[in-house]
């Protein structure tokens, strides 16, 4: 493995260390928990993170990387919307920690604006995709998508994973027939 493959594969250990630590004891657990749980130094944690922000901005990155990713895959579906959105309540419900932390921040806050810009860029399309088949309602718009994602954010308090699992599934049912037109809910 060359040096650039090697620092990338160190990276990705720490984030999904990072991922587990925080979702099992939230996102102030000690750092040191996901060196340990990564197998790697401390050193190597803070040269790919100089602090926890570093990290949490980190995983939120990944997550929406994971989100373009799935909108690739989905490609040209006209119902490619439904499809991401559930999409992300699953990501959601098992990431509700470090959800809970996003949504704590200003709205105004450099971090949160960047992500909601890229978060409309990869879900306006389909969207306008959705309205355009006669799926969706033709009325929704860009802030009706981000008042989607915090209510997605909002109702993930299940006890465990399974729940939130669970809610996450029902969650994403009823936004899917809220935002249908009467001929597509009455189809799902």
Same mark, same amino acid.
């Given at each position: 493995m060359d040096l650039r493959a090697d620092a990338?594969?160190?990276?990705?250990?720490?984030?999904?260390a990072a991922d587990e630590v925080f979702c099992e004891h939230g996102v102030l /657990? +000690?750092?040191e928990l996901v060196v340990e749980r990564s197998g790697v130094g401390r050193a190597t944690l803070y040269r790919n993170f100089a602090d926890r922000a570093e990290l949490m901005t980190a995983l939120l990155q990944r997550g929406l990387d994971?989100?373009?990713?799935?909108?690739?895959? $989905?490609?040209?579906? +006209?119902?490619?919307?439904?499809?991401? !959105?559930?999409?992300?309540?699953e990501h959601i419900a098992m990431s509700s920690p470090l959800t809970d932390y996003w949504r704590?921040? =200003?709205?105004?806050? +450099?971090t949160i604006?960047? %992500?909601?810009?890229?978060?409309?860029? $990869? !879900? *306006? =399309?389909f969207?306008?995709? /959705?309205i355009g088949a006669g799926l969706c309602r033709a009325e929704l718009d860009d802030a009706d998508l981000g008042l989607l994602m915090d209510m997605l954010g909002a109702c993930q308090r299940g006890n465990d994973e399974a729940q939130r699992k669970a809610l996450a599934l029902r969650s994403w049912?009823?936004?899917c027939h809220a935002l249908a037109? =009467? /001929?597509? %809910? %009455?189809? *799902?």
């Open positions: 990338a594969h160190r990276r990705r250990l720490l984030l999904d /657990a +000690p750092l994971g989100l373009e990713s799935c909108a690739r895959d $989905i490609g040209e579906r +006209p119902d490619g919307l439904f499809l991401l !959105l559930r999409d992300v309540a704590s921040m =200003p709205r105004e806050h +450099p604006e960047a %992500a909601h810009d890229r978060l409309m860029a $990869i !879900l *306006l =399309p969207l306008q995709r /959705a049912r009823l936004l037109t =009467p /001929a597509a %809910a %009455a189809a *799902l």
